[in-house]
């Protein structure tokens, strides 16, 4: 092995080091015995996620962000699905157009997103926090519904769609025999991605919540205000190993790599 590939591989190690140290210290701390955080632990102990799962904030923060996580996903999967389906067979101008709007938030930071939706929605007075978090959610993960499904048509051949027709089937069956099977992968990446952006989503949420909605986010940040014990990182610990599990699932069952190319 060469000297500069060598250097290039180190330095490769060293990003990820960089990038996963944080999540590792997280997971030890959360098995600290004692009241206070401290690392490296001297000790193991399950005493702090089990004071965790007992704390009233967490529980329901953590039923609200899965129902609202849940209904974002199913509401943004098809929209996203049937956007995505619709750039990617027009070619008309405004087409490079309309894909940049309905990708803009992912460029466009999460604060703005949730300031300007807070200002939108109080002018057509919808007060609910339940409804105005669901459809900031919605709106906050289309996108990634639109590009994993188109980046599964960029790699769709026009011509299994074009035989089906020529052997008369209707555009309906060719839909639901040819095109739905080969970009299920994709529909399926982006409601996971969807679930998990969702349920740990802090700046879009964070001006549209109030005293009695509460996301699990939201209830971590307002429960660090009084308390600063290893609970905050068990619950931590707990959502990376979820995030960390579905992640898995979705790159031995899809494929990660060949979702999000194209």
């Not at 140290?21 to 102990?45: E, K, Y």
């Not at 803009?104 to 604060?111: D, E, K, Q």
């Not at 978090?133 to 790699?155: C, E, G, K, M, N």
């Not at 001006?207 to 429960?223: C, E, H, K, Q, W």
């Amino acid at each position: 092995m060469s000297l500069r590939r060598l250097a290039w591989r180190g330095f490769i190690g060293a990003i990820y080091a960089f990038l996963l140290a944080p999540l590792v210290c997280v997971i030890l701390v959360s098995f600290n015995p004692d009241s206070v955080q401290g690392f490296p632990t001297r000790a193991w102990s399950l005493r702090w996620y089990v004071h965790a799962l007992g704390v009233e904030s967490f529980r329901s923060g953590t039923l609200l962000s899965f129902l609202l996580a849940a209904a974002a996903a199913l509401i943004a999967t098809p929209v996203g699905t049937l956007a995505a389906l619709g750039l990617h067979r027009t070619t008309w101008r405004g087409r490079a157009a309309l894909e940049s709007l309905l990708l803009a938030p992912l460029m466009v930071p999460g604060l703005v997103i949730g300031i300007s939706l807070l200002i939108a929605l109080a002018a057509i007075d919808v007060r609910d926090a339940p409804l105005r978090l669901l459809v900031a959610h919605s709106v906050a993960i289309l996108p990634y519904s639109v590009r994993t499904v188109l980046a599964s048509l960029a790699r769709l051949d026009p011509a299994l769609e074009e035989a089906a027709e020529t052997l008369g089937a209707s555009a309906f069956a060719t839909f639901r025999d040819v095109t739905f099977p080969l970009i299920r992968p994709g529909i399926v990446a982006g409601l996971v991605f969807g679930l998990i952006l969702s349920f740990d989503d802090v700046s879009v949420s964070l001006l549209l919540v109030d005293a009695r909605t509460t996301t699990l986010p939201i209830a971590i940040m307002s429960y660090l205000e009084y308390s600063f014990d290893p609970s905050v990182a068990a619950i931590s610990s707990m959502l990376i190993f979820v995030t960390l599990g579905l992640a898995l699932l979705l790159e031995r069952v899809f494929g990660l790599k060949r979702l999000l190319a194209g």
